[in-house]
Nanobody, 126 residues
Framework: VQLVESGGGLAQPGGSLRLSCAAS????????MGWYRQAPGKEREFVAA????????AYADSVKGRFTISRDNAKNTLYLQMNSLKPEDTALYYC????????????????????WGQGTQVTVSS
């Protein structure tokens, strides 16, 4: 299993970024996927998740209405569109694979994910 994030960088407050996660080594369309983030000195926290079909999503309250998770099963790619960015969104962002196939109740805890990417840095600053 390999998960490779990209798309991070420096953005101004109020700006946008789109993260991508290229997946390989497993049948992507069978698994829910999630995005997590970790800021310096803080624990890794849930950001968003999407079911294997893309039919259901879940978001942390802190990003609801600003971030959108999506997936393209034909391209084995997960996305996170981040709008109206705030300085507190600054963190290393990770994508993660669910540990169970065809889960329809989205997991928001770390133990429900078994593989992680290396992360992509998002910095929001003027």
């Amino acid at each position: 299993v390999q998960l490779v994030e990209s798309g991070g960088g420096l953005a101004q407050p109020g700006g946008s970024l789109r993260l991508s996660c290229a997946a390989s080594g497993f049948t992507f369309s069978m698994y829910a996927m999630g995005w997590y983030r970790q800021a310096p000195g803080k624990e890794r926290e849930f950001v968003a998740a999407i079911t294997w079909s893309g039919g259901s999503t879940a978001y942390a309250d802190s990003v609801k209405g600003r971030f959108t998770i999506s997936r393209d099963n034909a391209k084995n790619t997960l996305y996170l569109q981040m709008n109206s960015l705030k300085p507190e969104d600054t963190a290393l962002y990770y994508c993660a694979k669910d540990n169970r196939a065809f889960r329809n109740v989205l997991g928001t805890t770390l133990r429900e994910y078994d593989y992680w990417g290396q992360g992509t840095q998002v910095t929001v600053s003027s």
